[in-house]
Nanobody, 127 residues
Framework: QVQPVESGGGSVQTGGSLKLSCGASGRTFSNCQVGWFRQPPGQEREFVGS????????SYPSSAKGRFAISRDSAKNTLLLQINYLISEDTAVYYC????????????????????WGQGTQVTVSS
């Protein structure tokens, strides 16, 4: 089964930046909504942002606008998440997911729109 694979997590100091990557060997993200979610310790999984691969159109929750930027490297079939000005509240496991159903584009904020999930990568922000 195809599964996205995240990379780029680690420990970062407050105010720093980090770029996460997500790829999926064996298939392209064409016609798919590809997104990032995160789960802070003891909290629910939350939407960070997503991108519709064909158009590059991005969606973000209001809480993520400004410090989070999603982009794609089509040649490498890789989704990127740039996080700037990291704060302690960004500490979480970050998950990449994608969904290729016709309704996946309609509800990019919902985990139910995504059928394939990665194992996650840990991001820890400390002062």
């Amino acid at each position: 089964q195809v599964q996205p694979v995240e990379s780029g997590g680690g420990s970062v100091q407050t105010g720093g930046s980090l770029k996460l990557s997500c790829g999926a060997s064996g298939r392209t993200f064409s016609n798919c909504q590809v997104g990032w979610f995160r789960q802070p310790p003891g909290q629910e999984r939350e939407f960070v942002g997503s991108l519709y691969w064909n158009s590059g159109r991005t969606s973000y929750p209001s809480s993520a606008k400004g410090r989070f930027a999603i982009s794609r490297d089509s040649a490498k079939n890789t989704l990127l998440l740039q996080i700037n000005y990291l704060i302690s509240e960004d500490t979480a496991v970050y998950y990449c997911a994608f969904g290729c159903r016709s309704d996946s584009r309609s509800y990019p904020f919902s985990p139910a729109s995504y059928d394939y999930w990665g194992q996650g990568t840990q991001v820890t922000v400390s002062s």
